[in-house]
């Protein structure tokens, strides 16, 4: 089955920047659209950014439209998160996803297949 693994959060100062990096283990996964998500504590789980497989196609949530970008290179089977300007609202595990059907599909998690294990990031005011 396969797997995806994020990696590049941490502790950063409010205004600052991480990139988050989420690798595929199966070349299945190339073809399938990618999200990110994120979860604060005791809140429901965040439609953040999707991307399809082409790259063609990019989705963000009203909160970080302008300062999160989200790509991936099919090559290395990775999706990223390129995420700036943080604020302290923005502390959260994210998790990425893949899903196999259409990208339109891509704000819900329902539409997703398969999850990663998230990855935690934390900005101080």
């Known amino acids: 089955q396969g797997q995806l693994v994020e990696s590049g959060g941490g502790l950063v100062q409010a205004g600052g920047s991480l990139r988050l990096s989420c690798a595929a283990s199966?070349?299945?996964?190339?073809?399938?659209?990618k999200g990110w998500f994120r979860q604060a504590a005791g809140r429901e789980r965040e439609f953040v950014a999707s991307?399809?497989?082409?790259?063609?196609?990019?989705y963000y949530a009203d909160s970080v439209k302008g300062r999160f970008t989200i790509s991936r290179d099919n090559a290395k089977n990775t999706v990223y998160l390129q995420m700036n300007s943080l604020e302290p609202e923005d502390t959260a595990v994210y998790l990425c996803a893949a899903g196999r059907g259409s990208v339109s599909y891509s704000r819900t998690p329902p539409g997703y297949d398969y999850w990663g294990q998230g990855t935690q990031v934390t900005v101080s005011a």
């Open positions: 991307i399809s497989w082409t790259g063609d196609s990019t």
């Open positions: 199966e070349r299945t996964f190339r073809t399938y659209f």
